[in-house]
C-alpha cells in the first residue's frame, strides 16, 4: 500500500520561502508529484518527476506559475520528495498535495494519480 506525508506548510511573507516534503513508503517507481487546490479552483499540477523501473528520475516538470521560483527535487535512498519554494507570491496561497501513480505515466491532471496525501496548507501574506 502507497502512503504519501506531507510535512513543511505553513506561513510565510510575500517574497519569502517554504520547503515542502512528502514521504513515500510502499511505492518503487512512477510519477511523483507537488498539486495545489486553491479555495474555488481546480487541483493544479505544481511539479513532477518520474522514475523509471531503473531508478533513474527525469528533471522535473513545472507548471508555468511556478517555474523559476520553485524547485523539486526527489530523494531516491530517502523515498522522499521535495518542492523548494522560493520568491512565494499571494497566489501560491493554496492547500499543496503529494501525488503518486506507479507506472509509466506522468499524468497533468489530478485524477490520473492513484494516490494522494493529506496535504499541507500553504499561506503567503503581504
Known amino acids: 500500500e502507497v502512503q504519501l506525508v506531507e510535512s513543511g506548510g505553513g506561513s510565510a511573507e510575500v517574497g519569502g520561502s517554504l520547503r515542502l516534503a512528502c514521504a513515500a513508503s510502499?511505492?518503487?517507481?512512477?510519477?511523483m508529484a507537488w498539486f495545489r487546490q486553491a479555495p474555488g479552483k481546480e487541483r493544479e499540477r505544481v511539479a513532477a518527476?518520474?522514475?523509471?523501473?531503473?531508478?533513474?528520475?527525469?528533471?522535473?516538470s513545472y507548471a508555468d506559475s511556478v517555474k523559476g521560483r520553485f524547485t523539486a527535487s526527489l530523494d531516491n535512498d530517502k523515498n522522499t520528495l521535495y518542492v523548494q519554494m522560493n520568491s512565494l507570491k499571494p497566489e501560491d496561497t493554496a492547500m499543496y498535495y503529494c501525488?503518486?501513480?506507479?507506472?509509466?505515466?506522468?499524468?497533468?491532471?489530478?485524477?490520473?494519480?492513484?494516490?494522494w496525501g493529506q496535504g499541507t496548507q500553504v499561506t503567503v501574506s503581504s
Open positions: 501525488a503518486a501513480r506507479p507506472g509509466s505515466l506522468c499524468p497533468y491532471v489530478a485524477p490520473g494519480f492513484s494516490h
Open positions: 510502499g511505492y518503487s517507481y512512477g510519477c
Open positions: 518527476i518520474y522514475t523509471g523501473a531503473g531508478g533513474v528520475s527525469s528533471p522535473p
